[in-house]
């Protein structure tokens, strides 16, 4: 009997660069996930093939590797690099292939798109940029004695 065609998943990663530390610590997630799910048989019946490029950390270099992932590579399913500046970058060549993109540590990736498929796995709530830092500010202010405020604040 032959093997099932894999489920290919594309992504870009900073594995060099300023967010090469996140961005390798995400890959390594990615493979431990990948080589559990085809332990088990695969996904949906099929193995998983995780097909990915370094994007040294620069929204420049975005584009080009997602079109790659989606026009060449063929992957079936995309997910984003790591970083808001990143999935920006991505964003478009996504949207314009209607594909489902799950983002990482995104904060507000998806304001200025709107894009109907994008799901963010970072619980940031409805007003991102506010929302993900609003609990520690809660907290600071209920501290005795209160916090510090750097010079000039």
Known sequence: ????????????????????????AAV???????????AKGGFLGRPVELVYYDDHSKPADVPAIYTK????DKVDF??????????AAAMPIVMEHQMVFPCLLGLGSNQAFNYK???EIMPSGPD???DWSKGFFAIASRQEPRPLLPSGM
């Open 78 to 87: 995309v997910v984003s690099p790591y970083g808001t500046p990143l999935i």
């Open 128 to 130: 991102p940029y506010v």
């Open 117 to 119: 498929y994008h799901f």
């Open 69 to 72: 992932l989606i026009t060449v």
């Open 1 to 24: 009997m032959a093997q099932p065609k894999p489920i290919k998943i594309g992504f870009s990663m900073g594995l060099s660069g300023s967010l090469a530390s996140a961005g390798k």
């Open 28 to 38: 390594l997630a990615m493979k431990i996930w990948a080589e559990d799910i085809n």
